[in-house]
């Protein structure tokens, strides 16, 4: 696919999904910006592999939860690139905890990353993106399999669902499309962490395929959005999850 001259902002790029979606936008000529909040090393990391096969990436530290560093994130890549076209909310933390172990800390931390960061994004996309551009944010497959522990993050990716169908004929006005991308469970660190190989072999099963997605699989669909054969798909969530659910 040719995106040349086209710009993303992918937040959360340093590591897992938003690692491979920056790349695989960066083969395909967009420059990216590869957002992280933490993990310096990494994001540069990424901005070095783009750089070597001849891609355009700046590494951009912000936290997506504050929104004055949402802000600066759009004005540095505006600074860096002249214009964004692609915005993948990606960022997102997930923490499991029974309902008697949740804590209002544990919550407003979650609301504040998966939902505030993504919403203040999209705001700041609204102001800085041009006509014809792509938003995609991130919910989870996982919602709808209802397990016991995933109460408060799957509430937020319900928000991030709803705000997406929400604001898409605001963004119209633009002609902005936005979706949704509902992964299954993918290998990377939010979905390995903590988990013994037994429960991991046993999410495995449960798609049809039997095994874990890849960052691969994600990627590919967020290609397939940000092309110019999707523009009639907008306020949509659409589930990549090699038959989860
Ligand atoms: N993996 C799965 O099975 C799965 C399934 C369904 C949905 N998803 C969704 O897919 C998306 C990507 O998940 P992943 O598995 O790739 O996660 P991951 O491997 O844990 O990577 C998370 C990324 O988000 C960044 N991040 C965390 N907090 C941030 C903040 N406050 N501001 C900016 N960046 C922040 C991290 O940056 P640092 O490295 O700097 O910390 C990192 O780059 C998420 O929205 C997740 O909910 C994942």
Redesign the pocket.
Known sequence: MNLNGKVAIV??????????AAIQLAQSGVKVAV??????A??DEVVQFIEQFGGQAVAI??????VN?VEAMFSETIEKFGRIDILV??????ECKAIADVTEEMFDRHF???VK?TYFACQQAMEHMGNGGTII??????SGAMLPTYSV?AA??GA?EQLTRQLAKEFSSKDIVINC?????????????GKSQELIDSFSRMNAFGR??E?ED?ANAIELLVSDKARWITGQTIRI?GGFN
């Open positions: 937040t959360g790029a340093s590591r897992g999904i938003g690692r491979q957002n992280y909040s933490s993990n310096k990494k994001a530290r912000a936290d997506v939860s504050k560093e909310n990606n960022a997102a933390i997930m504040a990353i998966n960061g944010n991130f919910s989870t497959s996982v993050y937020t990716k991030v991308i509902a992964p299954g469970q993918v290998s990377t660190e939010l979905f390995l962490n874990l997605g960052p994600i999850n």
